[in-house]
Structure formats: structure tokens, C-alpha cells
T-cell receptor, first 114, second 114 residues
Framework: AQSVTQPDIHITVSEGASLELRCNYS??????LFWYVQSPGQGLQLLLK??????LVQGIKGFEAEFKRSQSSFNLRKPSVHWSDAAEYFCAVVISGGYNKLIFGAGTRLAVHP | DTAVSQTPKYLVTQMGNDKSIKCEQN?????MYWYKQDSKKFLKIMFS???????INETVPNRFSPKSPDKAHLNLHINSLELGDSAVYFC?????????????FGNGTRLTVT
């Protein structure tokens, strides 16, 4: 069955430090992959998406993610974290069927130290 | 203008009651969704409608009944509420197609069943 794993439940980084959030997927065909961010008390916001082509995708707020088929991974990165990046981050994959049935990972909570 | 708005923001009710959550999107999207986020932040799709037609119906108790009077609205009615229904419910919208994931989420309705 299709699944998404985010191995890190909670990550803490210092402001200005680099960030990498891990995401692994289990899906037979070429996946459609996404990263979302959820700020406290808010809905989800799409950061970036990957369908095909260049395996390094750029998103909003200075985030990028790299698709590595050999590792079944789609890790999210940011070179310099800002305090406002503290939030919950979700990786997701769309499974086949023609409709947008997103399967979400369990999320990674990011805390940023000043 | 808010893209996806859902009401109420908070809903506290007793077991056995019937309640509704309303959702409206002003983006002209064809597809709308209901997601449930549990206390551990795990997100799971419940329903999806495309142009008022039900296209995704996950394993959800039949106490939950979505209704889409038009493609801009998707309401969620819950009968005979149970303690386990306590969660945050998110409405979302997108255009149809696997490359179009839920782009806009509402800010959620926190349902507490006592």
C-alpha cells in the first residue's frame, strides 16, 4: 500500500542554520509528491510539488526539495531558517486513480531557537 | 477575501448530538475535500466532491454525510456525535487532476465532543 514516512517527529534548529526534513514514500509508479506547512491554528499551505522533470524543485518561502528515486525520498531543505518557519511540515503523495487523493506523512514539528 | 472559509471555527457539543460544518470556496475550483486531523496531527482524507459529485469516500462512519449544494460549497453533517469524533476538520479545494493537489485549505473547525 502507498505510504509516506517522515522519520523525524520533532526537529529543533537555530535561526540561520540550514534545515533538512526527511520524507520517504512507498509507491510503485512515479509519485506526485508535495510538501505542506501548517502554522499553529491554521490550515495547510502548499510549499512545493514534484511531478516529473528536474528532480530539484523550488518552492515558496525559500524552500526546495529534491526527489531521489533510488532512495524513494523527497527531502525538504532550506539554507537558512527564520524564526517564522517554526511550524508543522507534512510530506504527501497523490496515489493513482485520477483524483487528488493525498496520503500524508505524520508530520515533522520544527522548532526554531533564536 | 478568504479563499476557503469554514464555519464555525470551534464547535463544542455533547455526545449524541447532530452538528454541521460549512465550507465555501471563492476560487472557482471544481474539487472540494474534507480532511480530518486527529490529536496527533495525522491528516486523513474523508470525502472529495468534483462538481457536486462524490468522487472519494474513505472508510468513514455513515454518521458523516457530506453535502454539496453547488461546486462552491461542501458541508459536512455529523449525526450522533461520539467522543472519537473530536478532531480538527479541514475543508480544501483544488482543480481536478492528479497534478492539482488541494491548494487552499480552510483554517479548520475544532470539534470537541464531551
Amino acid at each position: 500500500a502507498q505510504s509516506v514516512t517522515q522519520p523525524d517527529i520533532h526537529i529543533t534548529v537555530s535561526e540561520g542554520a540550514s534545515l533538512e526534513l526527511r520524507c520517504n514514500y512507498s509507491y510503485g509508479a512515479t509519485p506526485y509528491l508535495f510538501w505542506y506547512v501548517q502554522s499553529p491554528g491554521q490550515g495547510l499551505q502548499l510549499l512545493l510539488k514534484y511531478f516529473s522533470g528536474d528532480t530539484l524543485v523550488q518552492g515558496i518561502k525559500g524552500f526546495e526539495a529534491e526527489f531521489k528515486r533510488s532512495q524513494s525520498s523527497f527531502n525538504l531543505r532550506k539554507p537558512s531558517v527564520h524564526w517564522s518557519d517554526a511550524a508543522e511540515y507534512f510530506c504527501a503523495v497523490v496515489i493513482s486513480g485520477g483524483y487528488n487523493k493525498l496520503i500524508f506523512g505524520a508530520g515533522t514539528r520544527l522548532a526554531v531557537h533564536p | 477575501d478568504t479563499a476557503v472559509s469554514q464555519t464555525p471555527k470551534y464547535l463544542v457539543t455533547q455526545m449524541g448530538n447532530d452538528k454541521s460544518i460549512k465550507c465555501e470556496q471563492n476560487l472557482g475550483h471544481d474539487t472540494m475535500y474534507w480532511y480530518k486531523q486527529d490529536s496527533k496531527k495525522f491528516l486523513k482524507i474523508m470525502f472529495s466532491y468534483n462538481n457536486k459529485e462524490l468522487i472519494i469516500n474513505e472508510t468513514v462512519p455513515n454518521r458523516f454525510s457530506p453535502k454539496s449544494p453547488d461546486k462552491a460549497h461542501l458541508n459536512l453533517h455529523i449525526n450522533s456525535l461520539e467522543l472519537g469524533d473530536s478532531a480538527v476538520y479541514f475543508c480544501a479545494s483544488s482543480q481536478v487532476g492528479r497534478e492539482n493537489p488541494p491548494l487552499h485549505f480552510g483554517n479548520g473547525t475544532r470539534l470537541t465532543v464531551t
